[in-house]
T-cell receptor
Framework: AQKVTQAQTEISVVEKEDVTLDCVYE???????LFWYKQPPSGELVFLIR??????QNEISGRYSWNFQKSTSSFNFTITASQVVDSAVYFC?????????????FGTGTRLTVIP | KAGVTQTPRYLIKTRGQQVTLSCSPI?????VSWYQQTPGQGLQFLFE???????NKGNFPGRFSGRQFSNSRSEMNVSTLELGDSALYLC????????????????FGPGTRLTVL
């Protein structure tokens, strides 16, 4: 069974602080894909990153970075020097499909509030 | 390029009624997926359509159904509405080539917020 756990329900940080959002997953598949999405107050989910199970390289994109560790089944997301515009709900998700189109399992989300 | 559009954006219905929601994917996208988001259950996959065929379905009762037209537009229908069906319904479209290329990801619409009274 697929399962994604985001233990942090809500996090508040002061602007310019770094923050890490945790994601732990469970799957029996050997090939799988992990995703992070951002949901701003408007409600529309915005794709941030996809990582396949064979690629444990960490990734950095501007202020965002992701740490994928198969040994601990974790795919954590760090925002460096947070900004008010980063305030949103962030979802980690898991699929056996590279697009995630035909069965995407979401975590419960972490609401990040960045205080100016 | 226009994004995914969903209509209507807001809807109020009463128990027992039925409702149809519409989703227009990004031009060229053949896959449309539907999700239900509620405070209690979070984001849950409903079903996915590709080239007018349902490829996968989540764990929802038969009251939830959908279809896809030849132009890739999709509709989902909920019959005999229950209070618990109140939710944000999101649709997403993708190329779904299966290769996982950089541009082959899901793009979400703004959602339809359904309130059942």
């Amino acid at each position: 069974a697929q399962k994604v756990t985001q233990a942090q329900t809500e996090i508040s940080v002061v602007e310019k602080e770094d923050v890490t959002l945790d994601c732990v997953y469970e799957t029996r598949d050997t090939t799988y894909y992990l995703f992070w999405y951002k949901q701003p107050p408007s409600g529309e989910l915005v794709f941030l990153i996809r990582r396949n199970s064979f690629d444990e390289q960490n990734e950095i994109s501007g202020r965002y970075s992701w740490n994928f560790q198969k040994s601990t089944s974790s795919f954590n997301f760090t925002i460096t020097a947070s900004q008010v515009v980063d305030s949103a709900v962030y979802f980690c998700a898991l699929s056996d499909d590279p697009t995630g189109a035909n069965n995407l399992f979401f975590g419960t989300g972490t609401r990040l509030t960045v205080i100016p | 390029k226009a994004g995914v559009t969903q209509t209507p954006r807001y809807l109020i219905k009463t128990r027992g009624q039925q409702v149809t929601l519409s989703c227009s994917p990004i031009s060229g996208h053949r896959s449309v997926s539907w999700y239900q988001q509620t405070p209690g259950q979070g984001l849950q996959f409903l079903f996915e359509y590709f080239s007018e065929t349902q490829r996968n379905k989540g764990n929802f009762p038969g009251r939830f159904s959908g279809r896809q037209f030849s132009n890739s537009r999709s509709e989902m229908n909920v019959s005999t509405l229950e209070l618990g069906d109140s939710a944000l319904y999101l649709c997403a479209s993708s190329l779904a080539t299966g290769t996982g290329g950089n541009t082959d990801t899901q793009y979400f619409g703004p959602g339809t917020r359904l309130t059942v009274l």
